[in-house]
C-alpha cells in the first residue's frame, strides 16, 4: 500500500488549499514561549503529595561475586523509609528483556556485578540527603572476580565470562554476503585494506533521566512520570518485568532535552518501582545525577573495531566492500545497542553503486557499562570507514576526491535504488549535492590554498564526504540482531470543538525538536486555518494513539502522516454530513480552501466549521452512520515495509536524506590542535517540512560530530574502570570549537513519503565525524601519516606526530 492509497499527500501541492501558508516554511516553532519563559515542567519540577528521593548504591567493582548485602543500619536512619537489594528485585520482578535475548540482568544485581555503576542496593527516603546517608551505611561484601574490558580479549579462551551460562562471551555472530564479493577482490585492480578503531562515545543531554513512580496497591496498577523518550515502548518493558498487563501501565512522558538515545533509564524506572511497592504506594523520585549518568546511565555507545577493504578497477571503479566489525556492547545486551551494529545495513554501501559487499559481524560482552543507542545509531563509524577507505583509494589512484566519489555515485536516473545489503533509496542527486558543496567552498581555489600553505610548512586538510541518512526507521531492519516485528505506529487525533479550533492529540512529549509545530502546521494548511487556531496536546500511554514518537529521523515524516491520514478520515466525516445538508452524495462534495461544498459550485459551501458545528449541535441533521463527533485518529506507519530476508536483506528504512559535507582543517604539528577554519553543507532531505527545524538540527549534529571527532571518549583501564566520569574527563565542543556552517538545500522529493519529506534529525551526526577525520588525514599527507583511530584528541595526535618525526630520523 503507498500513500496515495490512504488518501495522504504526497506533495504539497495536493493539500487541499490553493495557497498553503505554513508548510515548507520557517515558521517559529509553537513549543519555545514556555521554554524561553521558564514555565515548561519538566521532570524534576514535578512535586507529589508524600514523595520520596531514592539514592542508588552502585558497584565499584567491574566484577565481583556478591557474597552479602546488609542493609539493616541503613533501615534504622530517621526518614528512610524502603530498601531494596536484588532479593527484592528476583521476588517482584523479571530480567530485562535484550537484544539479543539471553543477555540481561535484574534492575539490581543479583549474584554478581557486571560492570562499575552496575546498581546493587536502593534507598527512598524523605529526601534525597538522607537517602544518599543511608547509602553509607549499606555493607555489601564481594568477591572481586577477574574482568575483561578488551572485545578482542573476550573472545579468547579462558576470558572471564560475563554470563557463565552462555558458554562464551559472544552475543551474536554473523556473517553477511551480498553478491559476488570473493570475485570482485579476486579480479580488483586496486585492494585498499586498513584497520581502524572507534572508542566509546555517546550521548550527554544537560539534563539527565529522571523518573517518578507509584504503585497503585489497590488497583494493582503502575505510574510513570518521567523523562521518556519513548514512553510507550517503556510501558511495554515495565509491563514485561512485573508481570503487568499493558492496560495497568501508564507512562506520562514529561517534556525533556538532547536525547538522542541517552534517556534509557530503565533500570531506575524500575528501581523506583520497586521502592514504591515496599514504601506502600507513595510516590519515589530519582534523578540521575552526571556522575551516575556518565557510569550507569545511557552515555556509551560504539565501541568497535574495524577491518575493512575496497576492491577497485583501474579507473576507481568499486567492485566490493568488506568490513569486519567486532563490536564491544559492554555487560548486558539491555539498551539496544546491539542495534547499532545492525543499521548499517540499511546504507552499507553509502551514496555508492558497490554491486558486492560483505559484513562480519561480532558482538561481544564486556564488563564494561552496557552499551545504548546514540544519535544516527550506528552508520556514523561505518560512513567513517568507508569514507577513508574512498579517501585512500583516491590517493592509490591519485584521483582527485571529488573525482572517486563521482565515478561512484548511484546516478539520479537509477531511484528508487536497491543497494547490495538490500535497503531501497527513494531518490536522490548525489552528484549535485557534491558539485554543490565543491560550488560553495570555490573548491579549486582551496586546493591551490592548501598547497600554497603547505609549502610555508602549514597542514591544511579538506574533507569531503558524501553519506546517505537513512530515515524513518522500522523494526524489520533489527531482526538480525533478534528484535521482531515489521512497522513503527505513529498516531494522531485530530477533532473540531464547538467554535472551530482544532486540536491534535498525539503520544508523544516535548523533546526539542520542534515537531509539535509540524504539526500544526500540516493541519493549518489542510483546513487553511491560521496556525494559532491549531493546539497540540500529548497523552500519556492509556489515552494516546499507538505510538512511538522520536527516533531514527522518523517523527517529521510520520506525524505528518498521521496528521493528514487523521485529517483525511475527519474530512469525510464533515463530506458525509455536507452532502446530507446540501442533498447530494459525498462523492460531489470536497474540503478545498477551508470550505466544504458541492464540486465546481463554489457558491454551494460552508466553512468547514458550521459541518462540524452542525454534528455537535444538529444531530438530528446527521446522515446514518454518521456519529456527531467531529473527530478522527490515524496511525501511520511506514507503507511497503518487508521481512528480513536470511542475509539481512529488506525494505527497511523509509527515506535516504544524503549530504555533501566539506570542511578545511588545519593541523598544528608542534601541539596537535585542530582548528576547523570553515565548513559547508550541501544537504537534501527532500521537503522541508519546517526549514528552521532542519537548520537546527542539522548545526547541532554538526556539534556532536565535532566531538565525536576530536574530543569524546568513555576511557576504561584493563580492569574495567572507567576513567573518564566527570567532565573534567569525558571532553566535549564548546562554542568555540564547533563552527557555523555554511548550508545549501537541494530537494529531491521522496515519492513514498507525506509532503514527499525525508528524515532529517541524524544527518550531520552521519557526515561530520568522516568529514573531519578526512581532512585531518588529509593534512597529514605530507608527513605520511594516516590516523586511524577515533577520537583525533590532541593527545592521539600528538603521539602519531611523535612516531612519525622518530621514523622519519
Known amino acids: 500500500m503507498s500513500e496515495r492509497d490512504t488518501g495522504i499527500p504526497t506533495s504539497v501541492a495536493e493539500l487541499p488549499n490553493s495557497e498553503p501558508r505554513y508548510v515548507g516554511r520557517p515558521i517559529d516553532r509553537l513549543e519555545d514561549p514556555a521554554l524561553l519563559t521558564g514555565r515548561t515542567q519538566f521532570i524534576d519540577d514535578l512535586v507529589l503529595p508524600r514523595m520520596l528521593h531514592c539514592a542508588i548504591l552502585r558497584s565499584p567493582h567491574a566484577h565481583a561475586t556478591i557474597v552479602s548485602v546488609d542493609t539493616s543500619e541503613a533501615e534504622k536512619l530517621p526518614g528512610v523509609v524502603a530498601v531494596v537489594t536484588g532479593e527484592d528485585a528476583k521476588r517482584w520482578s523479571n530480567p530485562v528483556m535484550t537484544v539479543p535475548p539471553g543477555w540481561g540482568t535484574h534492575c539490581l544485581a543479583t549474584d554478581k556485578a557486571r560492570f562499575v555503576g552496575e546498581p546493587v542496593a536502593a534507598v527512598a527516603a524523605v529526601s534525597r540527603y538522607v537517602a544518599e546517608d543511608a547509602l553509607e551505611l549499606i555493607a555489601v561484601e564481594y568477591e572481586p572476580l577477574p574482568a575483561v574490558a578488551d572485545a578482542r580479549k573476550a573472545l579468547d579462551v579462558g576470558s572471564p565470562l560475563v554470563f557463565e551460562q552462555n558458554g562464551d562471551n559472544v552475543m551474536l555472530r554473523k556473517l553477511f554476503t551480498w553478491g559476488d564479493v570473493d570475485g570482485a577482490f579476486a579480479g580488483a ?81 524500575d528501581i523506583t518501582a520497586l521502592l514504591s511497592r515496599k514504601a506502600g504506594g507513595r510516590p519515589v523520585k530519582w534523578i540521575e545525577d552526571r556522575m551516575e549518568y556518565l557510569a550507569g546511565g545511557a552515555s556509551q555507545a560504539w565501541d568497535r573495531h574495524y577491518d575493512a577493504a575496497v576492491a577497485l578497477d583501474a579507473q576507481g571503479k568499486v567492485l566490493g566492500f568488506r568490513v569486519r566489525l567486532l563490536d564491544d556492547l559492554g555487560a548486558t545486551a539491555e539498551g539496544w545497542g546491539a542495534v547499532s551494529a545492525a543499521k548499517p545495513l540499511t546504507s552499507f554501501t553509502g551514496c555508492y553503486a558497490i554491486p558486492a559487499a560483505q559484513y562480519d559481524l561480532t558482538i561481544v560482552a564486556t564488563n564494561k557499562l552496557p552499551g545504548s543507542p ?13 569514507e577513508q577507505l574512498m579517501d585512500l583509494a583516491a590517493r592509490e589512484l591519485a584521483l582527485d576526491p571529488a573525482e572517486i566519489r563521482r565515478r561512484n555515485f548511484i546516478p539520479p536516473d537509477a531511484f528508487p535504488y536497491t543497494i547490495a545489503s538490500g535497503n531501497e533509496y527513494d531518490s536522490g542527486d548525489y552528484a549535485a549535492a557534491l558539485e554543490t558543496a565543491l560550488a560553495m567552498a570555490d573548491y579549486p581555489a582551496l586546493r591551490a590554498e592548501q598547497a600554497r600553505l603547505r609549502a610555508e610548512g602549514r597542514y591544511l586538510g579538506i574533507g569531503l564526504v558524501n553519506t546517505i541518512e537513512p530515515g524513518v526507521f522500522d523494526w524489520n531492519a533489527y531482526a538480525i540482531v533478534g528484535q521482531p516485528g515489521t512497522g513503527v505506529p505513529e498516531g494522531a487525533t485530530v477533532g473540531i470543538d464547538l467554535f472551530g479550533k482544532l486540536t491534535i492529540k498525539v503520544g508523544f512529549a516535548l523533546e526539542g525538536q520542534g515537531q509539535y509545530t509540524v504539526a500544526a502546521q500540516v493541519l493549518a494548511d489542510w483546513f487553511k486555518v491560521d496556525i494559532a487556531d491549531v493546539r497540540v496536546i500529548a497523552l500519556d500511554t492509556l489515552a494516546a494513539p499507538p505510538h512511538f514518537g522520536p527516533g531514527g529521523s522518523r517523527l517529521g515524516v510520520a506525524i505528518t502522516g498521521a496528521v493528514l491520514g487523521a485529517a483525511r478520515r475527519l474530512t469525510d466525516k464533515l463530506v458525509a454530513v455536507a452532502a446530507g445538508l446540501f442533498r447530494t452524495t459525498p ?4 474540503l478545498r480552501d477551508g470550505r466544504i461544498g458541492v464540486k465546481g459550485m463554489p457558491e454551494a459551501s460552508m466553512p468547514f466549521q458550521e459541518v462540524a458545528q452542525t454534528m455537535l449541535a444538529r444531530s438530528d441533521l446527521l446522515p446514518p452512520g454518521v456519529d456527531p463527533n467531529p473527530e478522527a485518529t490515524y496511525v501511520w506507519t511506514a507503507p511497503g515495509r518487508t521481512p528480513a530476508d536470511d542475509q539481512g536483506r529488506a525494505k527497511s528504512y523509509l527515506t535516504a536524506a544524503n549530504a555533501c559535507h566539506l570542511v578545511l582543517v588545519e593541523v598544528d604539528v608542534e601541539t596537535a590542535q585542530v582548528h576547523i577554519r570553515k565548513y559547508w553543507i550541501a544537504d537534501d532531505c527532500g521537503t522541508r517540512l519546517n526549514p528552521a527545524n532542519v537548520e537546527g538540527q542539522t548545526q547541532g549534529g554538526v556539534a556532536q560530530g565535532v566531538g565525536a571527532a576530536l574530543l569524546e571518549e568513555a576511557v576504561y583501564d584493563e580492569d574495567g574502570q572507567l576513567r573518564t566520569s566527570t567532565f573534567m574527563d569525558y571532553l566535549l565542543p564548546t562554542i568555540y570549537e564547533v563552527p557555523m556552517t555554511e548550508k545549501r538545500a537541494l530537494c529531491t522529493p521522496s515519492p513514498f513519503t507525506p509532503l514527499g519529506a525525508k528524515g532529517c534529525g541524524e544527518g550531520a551526526m552521519h557526515t561530520t565525524p568522516a568529514a573531519i577525520l578526512c581532512a585531518i588525514n588529509d593534512a597529514l599527507v605530507p608527513l605520511g601519516l594516516e590516523l586511524r583511530e577515533v577520537p583525533a584528541s590532541p593527545q592521539r595526535l600528538w603521539t602519531l606526530l611523535q612516531q612519525g618525526k622518530a621514523a622519519r630520523r
Open 189 to 269: 585492480t586496486h585492494v585498499v585494506q586498513r584497520e581502524f578503531r572507534w572508542n566509546r562515545l555517546g550521548a550527554n543531554p544537560l539534563e539527565t533521566f529522571g523518573v517518578v513512580s507509584q504503585w497503585d496497591e489497590l488497583e494493582g496498577t503502575l505510574t510513570c512520570r518521567g523523562s521518556f523518550q519513548a514512553q510507550h515502548h517503556f510501558a511495554m518493558a515495565r509491563a514485561m518485568v512485573f508481570n503487568l498487563p499493558l492496560n495497568k501501565v501508564r507512562f506520562i512522558a514529561h517534556p525533556h532535552g538532547g536525547s538522542f538515545g541517552g534517556k534509557g533509564g530503565a533500570r531506575g524506572t
Open 374 to 386: 546514540y544519535r544516527g545509531m550506528g552508520p556514523p563509524p561505518h560512513n567513517w570507514v568507508l
Open 587 to 590: 462523492e460531489h462534495v470536497e
